[in-house]
């Protein structure tokens, strides 16, 4: 691996470095051949796929066109030659999957006369640059993905590289070729903002082919005059020429003694080749100087000189900014070098060179290949793009939050049964009663009233529905208020009735007169009698507790004697609940049960919780989307295929929905997870990311109390850290306000005469004592957060007139706990851990 | 149909807010998404963070924003609500309110009730000018508030219970940046300019003396500033010092630093007034007001203080040992004073016990553990075993719950002698406590206990030559 060439990893930054770098030194190459250049190397690696070198990176590539995309658009407006397509950004992603058509119409023949002989002649060139889009992609990734604004983007990425542009230079200068060189400068200044985006990827093919012209043995440096001397027509025949005598090696070589300075990759994976690099060092550096002043400044004095001896460095990874002082870098790394945090993520990763460059690829600490992958999806071209994606948004957004049904999935007999139950309690007249038992959240009011709602699309006129809950309806009193409410009875005039005693029974009466015999009643209540009802009861197990059962008695007796057509759909989380219920209650029930269980399978789980993400085709209308506006099924298409490769390639949201399935198995739970995911999403970054990334705002419950510890100021830390020593050192698990304040002063004292000998008093703070008046407020403050809870053990102290001194107390942390959740001082941190 | 299409908040409205409430702003945007009707309304949200850290600041602030005839919102406060009823109407008036509905509010006893009004109200109403409503009740309750239980069952089963973005406590950086609420007049003989300099830089001192280290909270940062702002830069109006010398000024101001009566409001509420006369019924002469402690010391007269020193050792010294310690009669043991050697070591310092030799745990100082409960009769023999000692001038005797001269009956000491009279005047103070009901107060049997702590009672003890220390028994 040690090799560049076959290293992936170090060719492609480097790569992508120098070819930004030579976007900028080439005025001549108009933003169309660079164009070109793009399109030919991203067709390269398609062809390429075969080689056996790159394998793991050609997954990875696919995401770095993306990448390029956004770049690119700003200059997009300066090219020269004006391309057909409106939308820059549109156009670039599609032009990786594209191919050469498009880029055919734009350019003359010479492009794709490059095409195909970088194809025919070099295989391994055309692997390496795909590296190199790939490393580049990895490294923008992030930012673009986060960042829906194109245009700072592309600024900061210029700003970013100019280093690279220098070394080439510096390199042109050895070759000897300074005069050209200083021409290209002048071009460069002029075009820079031009070519900036295009040459990424293509460049460094561009640049090896003319080393390979001019120079063949010779290192990288003389590239670039030449190739600039050449000018817009020479190049490209070249180019392919150089490739076939051997150009692979210098190729990777220059690039990486090029890159070296601004970003590169894998500085360590890389390191090993290339010599020449110092040598171009020195002479990067006058042209750095220049250009990186009015763009970059250094993270650590903020400083934007770049000088000689001490160039601004750019971390491959992240792209910060830091002097070669600053950071105490003596030279300038040859291959990709990284700042002090990125260093550290990567050594975590690497073993070998050879996982570096897969590491550069796909499977870069799991995370950004994730990111990657992201990223890489193109943005869709697809009209009313934006209407439809708000459409979407709305819909989903609504299902996640629980405000629209989703559809019951996997539950098919169950609801089958249930409907016919309740069809024939409509249809035929029967008197019917059944419970639907099964685990909170696994769908039994979305089952029950969806076959409610599917039943009434039929007999829409036929039935009244009268839903009971037991949460809200404590009593029979109340529940039978709410009956009759419901089945269109004013409340306001029940009551005065149903106040008194003698009247509940009143209403009661009538109300059972009312099921019980239609036909005589039927002058006074037509509307009622001659319909069914359907009785949907909520939390059933607790009309259960009301006295005798007055409430389901009746109307399982109703349901069984078949005085009047009433269906009883009893829902409940508890599978014994007929034991609950009252012989007489018991036998008039007709023992029909569905059983709903949580779903079995992470598949199943994924099924339902599909639901919150995608709208299926035969829902669209009933969810009011509309499917006669442009590109619905495109749209549609893109997004299926989008969260189809969430689930099935996204690892992160594997794991996700994995933790969800494992723990809960609640499908609200983790539909509420992806609602501020897809109320982030934009027409410019309509990528769905879930989980959302841990910097922002979670919608997850604290996992403990432990989350308040921080918010808590050194004395009541103090406190309790002397409280929770006491469970340890004295053997009790209650404490009182004396016993923790009597420790915590033992500690302090013990901490100041500690300090005095040692000379720190004099640093003071850590080491005052506070006084009992004080850390009785603190302690206070320690009850009403709840860290302590009162301990009931009976006798002294609970008297509540002790006072404050003597009331017992439980901890609830323990000891360990406390300096995991919290960064302590030292002081405290060693009371923790010294018994 | 046309559906309802997705947007996010009011961009211009959240930066302001944000601006507004400074490291809030991930969370700001999260609950304007998750409030906003447009956007991803949730049915119900939890707030969490801990005290002053801005919820209810930043949820009115961003609810007022968001107000509009498409989202009306109500507060209620469920602490200032007493019972569950009164709970659920005052949900049902400040809905009618927000809707400006026209009728009366009905009474509301139950949930059901209540469910029943609000949705009167929210759902089945076509209101003539096409108003749709959707309601935002915020409460806040106390996790423990009594009302819970009186609901009857959680109301809403938590399928939607939608946790809450957390709000951190203001980290110590950031507690510089954050203005705070009273920037300060200008000082004279300086600029505004100079002043604000020198009051962040105050502030930061402030912060670091005492809100990091004892009361890390928004308000107590405020009041402490406030207090001692006047005496920090007290040099500068008198001229001594100018405001660009703020370590020096810190150091003429370091007493007030570390000065915790800052912190902490008993003492900060009463600038003791030298001369305030006591306005008790007991004719004391006044001394000096110094602290609570001597304050209870003369407060009572001399045979209540006894009382009460004889109440804590029988509360805080077990019955075993009582025999060792009072009792002059000689039964052969030695009589122990101020701990056993034995048992524990050190009797004065803040720990109580030393290790017994054995036992891996070290023993908690008995008084630590608070009063025990004594029975009247045990700790009225303590007084008499002990008066003799403790006040030998006086050769009383006790009988029948009186203290009788020796000399014979009637004779004028017994005027205020009556110690059922000092036990209820202590009963009174709630400096004994009856444990357990019922009984009458004279009976012997009846169970009682202390209630002063340690250091009150050292003080009165000293008040009347008695190092209580040497008594207890650890």
Redesign the interface.
Same mark, same amino acid.
Request: charged share 20%; glycine share 4%; hydrophobic share 30%.
């Given at each position: 691996m040690t090799t560049r060439k076959t290293t992936a990893a170090a060719a492609p930054a480097a790569g992508k470095k120098r070819a930004r770098a030579q976007n900028e030194d080439e005025p001549d190459l108009s933003s169309t051949t660079a164009a070109k250049k793009a399109r030919v190397s991203k067709k390269i690696p398609a062809t390429a796929t075969n080689a056996t070198k790159s394998r793991g990176h050609r997954v990875a590539s696919a995401p770095a066109s993306a990448v390029n995309k956004p770049v690119e658009i700003p200059e997009s407006d300066e090219e020269p030659q004006p391309q057909p397509k409106p939308l820059t950004a549109t156009k670039k992603p599609r032009q990786p999957s594209g191919k050469q058509k498009t880029n055919i119409y734009d350019f003359p023949a010479s492009d794709e006369d490059e095409l195909s002989s970088a194809e025919v002649t070099t295989t391994t060139t055309t692997v390496t640059t795909t590296k190199r889009k790939t490393s580049k992609s990895v490294t923008s990734a992030p930012r673009g993905g986060k960042e829906n604004v194109d245009g700072p983007l592309a600024e900061k990425k210029r700003r970013g590289r100019p280093p690279n542009k220098q070394p080439k230079k510096a390199a042109a200068l050895q070759n000897g070729n300074g005069n050209v060189e200083s021409g290209a400068d002048s071009d460069a200044t002029s075009t820079t903002a031009v070519s900036l985006v295009v040459p990424k990827t293509r460049k460094p093919k561009a640049v090896t082919s003319l080393r390979g012209g001019e120079a063949p043995a010779q290192v990288p440096k003389g590239i670039l005059t030449p190739r600039k001397g050449q000018g817009l027509d020479g190049k490209r025949g070249k180019k392919n020429v150089v490739f076939a005598k051997g150009g692979d090696e210098d190729e990777a070589g220059d690039e990486e003694g090029e890159t070296t300075p601004t970003k590169s990759r894998g500085k360590h994976g890389l390191g090993p080749d290339g010599a020449a690099a110092p040598e171009a060092e020195d002479e990067e550096e006058e042209g750095d100087s220049e250009e990186e002043e009015d763009d970059e400044v250094c993270t650590v004095c903020s400083k934007p000189d770049s000088k000689k001896g001490n160039q601004i460095l750019f971390c491959d990874s992240c792209d910060m900014a830091v002097h070669q002082k600053c950071c105490g870098v003596a030279r300038i790394p040859r291959g990709d070098w990284f700042c002090k945090d990125c260093t550290e993520k990567r050594m975590a990763g690497l073993l070998s060179v050879a996982e570096t460059a897969k590491d550069r690829g796909a499977s870069f600490q799991g995370k950004k290949a994730t990111v990657v992958a992201q990223v890489a999806e193109e943005l869709p071209d697809i009209p009313n793009f934006e209407q439809h994606l708000r459409m979407t948004q709305r819909v989903l957004l609504d299902r996640c939050a629980g405000r629209r049904r989703i559809k019951l999935r996997g539950q098919n007999e169950a609801y089958e049964k249930t409907y016919q139950l309740v069809e024939q309690t409509i249809v035929a007249g029967e008197g019917n009663s059944m419970l639907v038992i099964g685990a909170r959240g696994c769908g039994k009011t979305t089952l029950v009233e969806s076959v409610i709602s599917d039943v009434s699309k039929q007999h829409k006129e036929e039935f009244h529905v009268v839903r009971l809950n037991g949460f809200i309806h404590t009593d029979d009193k109340l529940a039978l208020r709410e009956i009759w409410r419901q089945l269109g009875k004013e409340m306001a005039v029940e009551d005065d009735l149903v106040n008194k005693t003698s009247n509940y029974a009143d209403t009661m009466a009538s109300l059972l007169a009312l099921l019980s015999h239609p036909s005589e009643i039927a002058e006074s209540h037509e509307g009622v009698t001659s319909k069914s009802i359907v009785f949907l009861i909520d939390e059933f197990d607790l009309f259960a507790t009301h006295a005798r059962q007055t409430l389901l008695y009746n109307l399982f007796d109703i349901a069984q004697a078949r005085k009047a057509p009433i269906a009883v759909v009893g829902l409940t989380t508890r599978i014994d609940v007929v034991e609950s219920l009252e012989k007489r209650v018991k036998s008039r029930f007709s023992h029909r049960y569905v059983y709903l269980s949580l779903p079995k399978s992470l598949p199943a789980f994924w099924d339902v919780c599909r639901q919150g993400l995608s709208v299926d085709e035969e829902d669209m209308e009933a969810e009011g989307i509309d499917e006669t506006l442009e590109g619905h099924s495109a749209f549609w298409k893109w997004w299926n295929d989008r969260i189809e490769a969430l689930y099935n390639k996204d690892q992160r949201f594997k794991d996700h929905l994995e933790s969800y399935f494992a723990s809960t198995k609640s499908v609200s739970a983790l539909l509420t997870t992806c609602v501020l995911p897809l109320a982030g999403l934009s027409p410019t970054s309509p990528f769905l990311r879930i989980p959302a990334p841990s910097t922002s705002v979670s919608l997850d419950p604290p996992d403990s109390k432990l989350h308040m510890l921080e918010s808590l100021s050194d004395l009541d830390l103090s406190l309790l850290i002397a409280a929770a020593r006491l469970d340890i050192v004295a053997h009790t698990d209650t404490v009182n306000f004396a016993m923790a304040y009597d420790e915590y002063s033992s500690l302090m004292s013990k901490q100041r005469v500690q300090t005095a000998s040692s000379g720190l008093l004099v640093l003071g703070g850590g080491t005052r004592v506070w006084g009992r008046n004080i850390a009785g407020m603190a302690w206070e403050r320690l009850v009403a957060l709840g860290l302590l809870v009162p301990a009931a053990s009976g006798g002294r102290g609970t008297a509540g007139l002790s006072g404050l001194d003597s009331k017992m107390w439980k901890l609830d942390v323990a000891l360990e706990e406390i300096p995991a959740a919290v960064k302590l001082n030292a002081v405290l941190a060693r009371w923790c851990k010294e018994i | 149909?046309? @559906?309802?299409?997705?947007?996010?908040p009011d961009e211009l409205r959240l930066t302001l807010l944000a601006k507004e409430f400074p490291c809030r702003e /991930?969370?700001i *945007?999260?609950l304007a998404?998750?409030l906003n009707p447009s956007?991803? /309304?949730?049915?119900n949200l @939890?707030v969490?963070g801990?005290?002053a850290?801005g919820k209810t600041a930043i949820i009115t602030a961003l609810l007022a924003s968001l107000d509009n005839a498409s989202l009306r919102h109500t507060i209620v406060n469920s602490i200032e609500c007493i019972t569950a009823r009164h709970l659920y109407e005052t949900v049902v008036g400040k809905v009618a309110a927000a809707l400006e509905w026209e009728a009366v509010p009905?009474r509301c006893e139950?949930? =059901?009730q209540l469910?029943?009004e609000l949705s009167k109200m929210l759902k089945y109403t076509e209101r003539p000018d096409g108003f749709r409503t959707s309601k935002t009740i915020r409460d806040h309750p106390l996790?423990h508030h009594p009302l819970h239980r009186h609901l009857?069952?959680?109301?809403q089963? /938590?399928?939607?219970?939608? %946790?809450? %973005? %957390?709000l /951190?406590?203001l980290h110590q950086t950031r507690i510089h940046l954050h203005p705070l609420p009273n920037p300060p007049p200008a000082i004279p003989n300086t600029t505004p300019q100079e002043t604000l300099d020198l009051w962040s830089r105050f502030v930061g001192a402030v912060h670091? =003396?005492l =809100?990091? =280290?004892?009361?890390?909270s928004l308000p107590s940062l405020t009041q402490a500033c406030s207090t001692l702002w006047p005496k920090f830069i007290l040099p500068i109006t008198q001229r001594t010092h100018t405001a660009k010398e703020f370590s020096k000024l810190v150091v003429l101001a370091r007493v007030h630093f570390?000065d915790?009566s800052l912190?902490?409001?008993?003492?900060s509420l009463s600038p003791p007034p030298p001369s305030s006369t006591t306005t008790t019924t007991i004719n004391i002469p006044t001394a000096k007001p110094a602290n609570k402690t001597t304050d209870l010391a003369t407060l009572l007269p001399t045979t209540a203080r006894f009382l009460l020193l004889s109440a804590y050792l029988a509360s805080h010294n077990p019955t075993k040992t009582d025999l060792t310690l009072f009792s002059t009669f000689h039964h052969g043991r030695k009589r122990r004073r101020g701990g056993f050697s034995g048992m524990t070591g050190v009797t004065g310092?803040?720990?109580?016990g030393s290790r017994k030799n054995g036992s891996?745990? *070290? +023993?908690?100082?008995r +008084?630590?553990?608070?009063?025990?409960?004594f029975v009247l009769e045990r700790m009225l023999a303590i007084f008499a075993a002990v008066r003799a000692e403790w006040d030998p001038g006086c050769r009383a005797k006790i009988r029948n719950g009186m203290v009788v001269n020796n000399k014979g009956e009637g004779d004028g000491n017994g005027v205020d002698n009556d110690i059922y009279m000092s036990i209820a005047t202590l009963a009174s103070l709630?400096l004994l406590?009856k444990?357990g009901g019922g009984g009458d107060v004279c009976d012997l049997g009846g169970k009682w *206990?202390v209630?002063c702590?340690?250091?009150v009672v050292r003080g009165l003890g000293r008040s009347v030559g008695v190092e209580v220390e040497e008594w207890l028994v650890e």
């Open positions: - | 149909m046309t @559906v309802p299409i997705f947007e996010l /991930p969370q *945007r999260a998404t998750l956007a991803a /309304p949730c049915r @939890v969490y801990t005290e850290t009905p139950s949930v =059901s469910t029943v996790p009857p069952t959680p109301q089963p /938590p399928h939607h219970l939608r %946790p809450p %973005p %957390p /951190p406590n670091d =003396s =809100s990091r =280290s004892a009361s890390r570390q915790e912190l902490d409001p008993t003492l310092g803040g720990r109580g891996q745990h *070290r +023993k908690i100082a +008084k630590l553990l608070g009063a025990h409960a709630r406590v444990v *206990r209630a702590s340690w250091e």
